[in-house]
């Protein structure tokens, strides 16, 4: 956790937000990240999704299962999904969401947008084409050769 906390100051002093991630196997650290939003302009380029890619090349997979995450808030939404997509077996944090909202990185929006049926969400959001789209999960479904994730 202590370098989690030390890469989220190095990134505060580079330019970037307060957030760094470590992702560790067997004891030993594998991979490190941390805020790299304004650098990069990417919205994804948070400390733990960057660890997090980190981690998948230096192991050559997209299972993490055997990997802790270190990191020095509470995950955002889509760090925490990205957290459980990779299958992390434990995660640890420090700071909190409401920690990180007390500094103006408050995701609340988020998590009340994702509950709200589509149609009441501030984006406007609408399905088209389903009937074109479904054909290709009916081809991933009868696929034998696919590897599940």
Same mark, same amino acid.
């Given at each position: 956790?202590?370098?989690? +906390?030390?890469?989220?100051?190095?990134?505060?002093?580079?330019?970037?937000?307060?957030?760094?991630?470590?992702?560790?196997?067997?004891?030993?650290? +594998?991979?490190?990240?941390? $805020?790299?939003?304004?650098?990069? @302009?990417?919205?994804?380029?948070?400390?733990?999704?960057?660890? +997090?890619?980190?981690? =998948?090349?230096?192991? @050559?997979?997209?299972?993490?299962? /055997? =990997?802790? %995450?270190?990191?020095?808030?509470?995950? =955002?939404?889509? =760090?925490?999904?990205?957290?459980?997509?990779?299958?992390?077996?434990?995660? #640890?944090?420090? $700071?909190?969401? #409401?920690?990180?909202? @007390?500094? $103006?990185?408050?995701?609340?929006? %988020? #998590?009340? /947008?994702?509950?709200?049926? *589509?149609?009441?969400?501030?984006?406007?959001?609408?399905?088209?084409?389903?009937?074109?789209? %479904? /054909?290709? *999960?009916?081809?991933?479904?009868?696929?034998?050769?696919? %590897?599940? #994730?």
């Amino acid at each position: 956790m202590r370098r989690a +906390i030390e890469l989220s100051m190095e990134s505060v002093k580079t330019g970037g937000g307060p957030f760094g991630a470590v992702i560790v196997k067997n004891e030993i650290i +594998i991979a490190q990240g941390w $805020n790299h939003v304004t650098q990069w @302009n990417d919205p994804t380029a948070h400390a733990e999704v960057t660890a +997090i890619r980190e981690a =998948c090349k230096t192991l @050559n997979t997209f299972d993490l299962s /055997e =990997c802790e %995450i270190y990191t020095s808030c509470e995950p =955002c939404p889509m =760090c925490f999904g990205a957290i459980y997509w990779a299958r992390i077996s434990k995660m #640890y944090f420090a $700071n909190t969401r #409401y920690d990180a909202a @007390n500094i $103006n990185f408050d995701d609340s929006f %988020i #998590y009340d /947008e994702i509950i709200l049926p *589509f149609e009441k969400r501030k984006i406007p959001t609408f399905q088209i084409l389903r009937n074109e789209a %479904i /054909e290709t *999960f009916k081809l991933w479904s009868k696929k034998d050769d696919k %590897i599940p #994730y």
